[in-house]
């Protein structure tokens, strides 16, 4: 894409990380609900339905917001082209490749494979030239996918049985958040959390709005159950705004793969909800498990990588626009 014209963000690598660890966990335990809800969604109404509401929901939040902010409410015309790869892949790439896939597939076999996030994000980094190599990060990166393993495996994960086209579409959507987590790194940097997130959920809602009139299926959703529409208001609200604001907040703060190691801290906290909620035993893998994970994300966290460089210019929002971040 081309090169930004906005006036990048200030650094913040002096203030505490807290406050970004912090929504990490907090858009750990909202996507740890995702794999669960969207299974439930999809026992009454087929995967483009559910998907198509969600972004229904979460544009007009978002078109909302960026009415309510001061400053621009559209991307400068030079950044449209990023807007709409982001919007791309976030939206009809990411979320129809998950949920078709998901359908064919087991929530456990979706947990494992997107936990392969953080290594694709790490290495299209180095590739991009926005991280310098780092055996601390990598050690920490592979430590927490064999936590990952572990703790499946002692979930069941060898015994549940997903088709070889689910995986290799939920496989797909993992490779698309990649790319729209490295891309959205400098991107987020010029134009901070809510107004990146805004912009590109905004694009992905317009694209998906082209479905409508073959999937909305107005009639099946209000005859559906309350459990059905409200895990589409989870997926809508919680996911599609709450935990994307969390996501893009963070990459805003640190580089992208401490960011997307943070992703496989989701199975652990499947299992402790299952755990509280449901009553499941706790196994000896899911306590080694854990222990790798936290691990891996403790030995990311405290590599020294090298954030990616944005080149400073001349912003086209007037000196008195207040920046979001």
């Known amino acids: 894409m081309g090169a930004p014209s906005a006036r990048p963000l200030t650094s913040n690598s002096t203030q505490s990380l807290g406050p970004v660890y912090a929504a990490l966990l ?101 590739g991009r030239g926005h991280e310098k190599a780092s055996f601390r990060a990598m050690g920490g990166i592979v430590t927490a996918f064999l936590g990952v393993v572990v703790l499946l495996l002692g979930r069941g994960l060898a015994d549940a049985s997903g088709s070889l086209l689910g995986d290799l579409l939920i496989l797909g959507a993992v490779m698309s958040w990649v790319v729209y987590t490295t891309e959205g790194k400098p991107f987020v940097a010029i134009h901070g959390p809510l107004r990146a997130t805004a912009w590109s959920m905004g694009a992905s809602t317009l694209m998906m709005l082209v479905l409508a009139p073959f999937f909305a299926k107005p009639e099946a959703v209000l005859a559906a159950s309350a459990a059905a529409r409200y895990s589409i208001a989870y997926l809508g609200l919680l996911t599609s705004v709450v935990a994307y604001l969390l996501w893009y907040y963070a990459l805003s703060k640190v580089p992208a793969s401490k960011v997307a190691v943070f992703s496989n801290l989701q199975p652990a906290a499947t299992a402790l909800a299952a755990w509280a909620i449901l009553d499941e035993a706790l196994h000896w893998e899911i306590a080694v498990g854990g222990a790798l994970v936290l691990l891996g994300v403790r030995l990311t966290q405290t590599a020294h990588v090298r954030p990616p460089a944005v080149a400073p210019a001349i912003s086209e929002q007037p000196p008195t626009s207040p920046r979001i971040g």
């Open 26 to 126: 907090l858009q750990v335990l909202i996507s740890a609900g995702t794999y669960l809800v969207g299974k439930r969604a999809m026992t009454e109404l087929p995967p483009l339905t559910v998907v198509l509401w969600r972004f229904v929901l979460s544009g007009s939040v978002f078109m909302l917001l960026l009415c309510c902010l001061p400053g621009p409410r559209l991307p400068p015309r030079n950044e449209w082209g990023r807007v709409l790869l982001l919007g791309l892949l976030a939206g009809p790439v990411n979320q129809v490749f998950f949920f078709y896939g998901l359908s064919q597939s087991t929530a456990a076999h979706a947990a494992l494979l997107y936990a392969l996030t953080p290594l694709g994000v790490y290495l299209l980094s180095l």
